[in-house]
């Protein structure tokens, strides 16, 4: 079992995380282009979309639905890219024990499932994430899964480093634990992280997003 998934929350728990890291990049990133984190609450009638994109290549999708959660990424630079055969081929092991209540998910072509390095799932009656049976090749983080997965955490210490990071300004740290907590935008919270977005800004991305549902 690999330790990053020891480290993943629950699945309710990892939902709003991910409501929250879509609604902290509205806030900051009004230009879509330049926001890595998405969610989208109304992916249907009883599923939900969790979704990162860095714009070098790299992506995860996370779809929640009745059953649980399952999460699909793709780490470009790995060992494990369908791209590096001849022909294209996902790595043995990746899709083959994905349980039958998660089958849709592995139909859906908006999930690029050709492209992907990792694939793990929690339904609500398992106690921990689950992976498929997976003869790795060498190194530390052959598929991606530390590096794409490392902001799951539910740590608002961990975004806010990222975020100053990436965003290059400082990120109030009390500002994320507010929106981690999913309690009410005020106008107050909003100016600390972006002071040029306004709550009627952002209707159209927290109706989105569910926040703070």
């Known amino acids: 079992m690999r330790e990053i998934l020891s480290k993943l929350p629950d699945v309710e728990t990892l939902k709003k995380l991910s409501q929250s890291l879509a609604m902290l990049d509205a806030i900051i990133s009004p230009d879509w282009e330049n926001r890595y984190y998405s969610f989208n609450s109304k992916w249907s009638e009883k599923e939900k979309v969790a979704s990162m994109r860095d714009g ?4 995860y999708f996370i779809l929640f639905d009745l059953q649980g959660a399952i999460i699909k990424a793709f780490a ?15 790595w043995t092991g990746i899709f083959e ?14 999930f ?7 694939c793990i799932w929690r339904r609500f009656s398992d106690s921990t994430w689950q992976i498929g049976e997976i003869n790795y090749p060498q190194g530390n983080d052959p598929d991606g899964m530390n ?9 608002p210490l961990t975004y806010q480093k990222w975020a100053e990071y ?3 300004k400082e990120i109030p740290l009390s500002s994320v634990k507010y929106v981690y907590e999913h309690q009410i935008l ?5 100016k600390s992280l972006n002071e040029d977005i306004s709550i009627k800004d952002l209707q159209e991305d927290i109706e989105e997003i569910g926040y703070p549902d």
């Open 112 to 118: 690029s499932l050709e492209s992907t390095t990792f």
């Open 76 to 90: 470009h630079e790995s060992s494990m890219s369908p791209h590096v055969n001849q022909p294209i081929k996902v």
């Open 147 to 155: 590096e794409l997965l490392a902001i799951l955490d539910n740590n």
């Open 56 to 59: 070098s290549g790299d992506d």
């Open 186 to 190: 005020t106008s107050e919270i909003l």
């Open 97 to 110: 024990s994905v349980p039958t209540e998660f089958k849709s998910f592995l139909s859906e072509p908006a």
């Open 166 to 168: 990436y965003f290059e």
